[in-house]
């Protein structure tokens, strides 16, 4: 009878470390270490601060563990883009998914479909995702799984130049509190543009533009929802036959056509470091693209200063912005990468490297600590006096406003780039009419764009 007893449990220990012998296989360690890829677009202060992170965590848990994550910096969103949709559409000549790759929902959920990205449900408890902003973790969820990893967040802002709207608003009587609504803005475009005009009098049409935005899609996405409704009636159907959408087209489709906003294809800082705009709406963290001075048409550099201002409304609309920025999505493959990748997210996204990553830039942290507690600290160290206004403003806004993120479906990217094709050529052909001296209608530009 002993002889039995002792005999089961032996068997029982063997059965036990025959688990925790496969467990630990499926485990990075010293002897059995693992390399992971880790692709990315950030460039400038953002990509030397994340190769410094990597090497922190190469010489500390990376060693510890086992884990070792080599980086590619991609130069552009675009090119980062394009390489992503060669590789899930299985194109030939496409380059081999990295193990570890910033990415938008909207490009995970092609991923995902396919079955080439993880879960990170899997290797995250619910207590530990209890640690970060509910809304950040929400916006990578997908098909009831967590298949994208908030890293940093950011919103849609005014960016004012306050040199030269002080210059105009002393010569005309322009009052600011006009950029709170975009009916304001674009009443302040029509007096902008007459008012450069005047100074060239024996030059007809030589105004310049006060306004333009980094995503006219944004703006009716946002308006939409500043007024209750949305844009999409279904996944692949823009909801534009309402008269809300009609009045945010009309809105700027005569400043347009006047030449009061400017239609561009590039971003709107570009167009900030001539002196050609005053304003613009645009991603937070796109602050670090608006220096101190601009370089005028005749070659001459200026010194001025930009404010930061919260979201325009629609008018009669509720404070909505929107909620925006990359995450990170791993590769489906064994689960001892898997499971490495997750080790090496926890600790990326973890408040003290999280506001080590962001601090130079126009993003905000995802963690619970860092975003309620750490960056309030944060905010009076700064030293650029550009980013320490933008994140006070932003910090504002999540205070005042109500924030969205932009649905998540396969065919998202290809409607909101057709649409804003669309409409930038509504507004450009109504100010070729304009110029040519034709009569035009809003209804014209409406049937355009529909």
């Not at 007459?194 to 899609?217: C, H, I, L, M, R």
Request: charged content about 25%; proline content about 3%.
């Amino acid at each position: 009878m002993k002889k039995r007893q002792f005999l089961s449990m032996l068997c029982v220990v063997m059965i036990c470390f025959a688990f925790s012998a496969c467990a630990n296989l499926n485990r990075p360690s010293k002897s059995a270490p693992v390399t992971l890829n880790m692709w990315h677009n950030y460039g400038g202060e953002m990509q030397k601060t994340m190769d410094e992170l990597i090497d922190e965590f190469n010489s500390t848990v990376g060693a510890e563990q086992g884990i070792n994550v080599t980086v590619t910096a991609i130069s552009s969103s675009k090119e980062l883009n394009s390489s992503l949709d060669m590789i899930v559409n299985d194109d030939p000549g496409a380059p081999e998914m990295p193990d570890i790759c910033t990415a938008y929902p909207k490009t995970a959920i092609k991923f995902q479909q396919k079955n080439k990205i993880a879960d990170f449900n899997e290797y995250f408890t619910q207590e530990e995702l209890s640690e970060y902003v509910f809304s950040f973790v929400e916006e990578g969820k997908i098909a009831n799984g967590l298949y994208v990893f908030p890293l940093a967040k950011s919103t849609e802002i005014l960016y004012l130049n306050q040199t030269l709207f002080d210059e105009f608003a002393d010569a005309t009587g322009a009052q600011e509190n006009k950029l709170s609504t975009f009916e304001g803005i674009a009443e302040l475009s029509k007096m902008y543009y007459d008012w450069t005009d005047s100074k060239t009098p024996e030059v007809p049409n030589d105004g310049k533009a006060f306004y333009t935005a980094d995503s006219w899609f944004n703006i009716a996405q946002v308006g939409l929802r500043q007024k209750g409704d949305s844009l999409f009636n279904e996944e692949n159907e823009l909801n534009l036959d309402n008269d809300t959408y009609k009045h945010i087209l009309n809105t700027f489709y005569t400043p347009a056509a006047e030449g009061g906003v400017a239609i561009y294809d590039g971003y709107s800082s570009d167009l900030s470091k001539t002196g050609d705009l005053v304003c613009s709406t645009g991603s937070s963290a796109g602050i670090l693209f608006y220096g101190d001075t601009i370089t005028t048409s005749d070659n001459v550099t200026h010194k001025v200063k930009y404010s930061i201002l919260p979201y325009p409304i629609v008018e009669g609309g509720e404070k909505v912005a929107i909620q925006r920025g990359s995450g990170i999505i791993v590769k489906k493959s064994e689960e001892k990468k898997e499971y490495a990748a997750s080790v090496f997210v926890k600790w990326l996204t973890a408040p003290k490297q999280n506001m080590k990553f962001i601090s130079q830039t126009g993003y905000l942290p995802v963690t619970k600590q860092a975003f309620e507690e750490d960056i309030l600290k944060h905010i009076d160290k700064v030293e650029n006096e550009r980013i320490k206004e933008m994140l006070a403003a932003v910090m504002q806004m999540y205070k005042d406003y109500t924030f969205f993120t932009a649905p998540t479906f396969a065919e998202f990217d290809n409607i909101s780039q057709e649409y804003e094709e669309d409409f930038k050529k509504a507004l450009s052909d109504a100010r070729q009419m304009r110029i040519s001296g034709a009569e035009t209608f809003v209804e014209e530009a409406f049937a355009k764009i529909k």
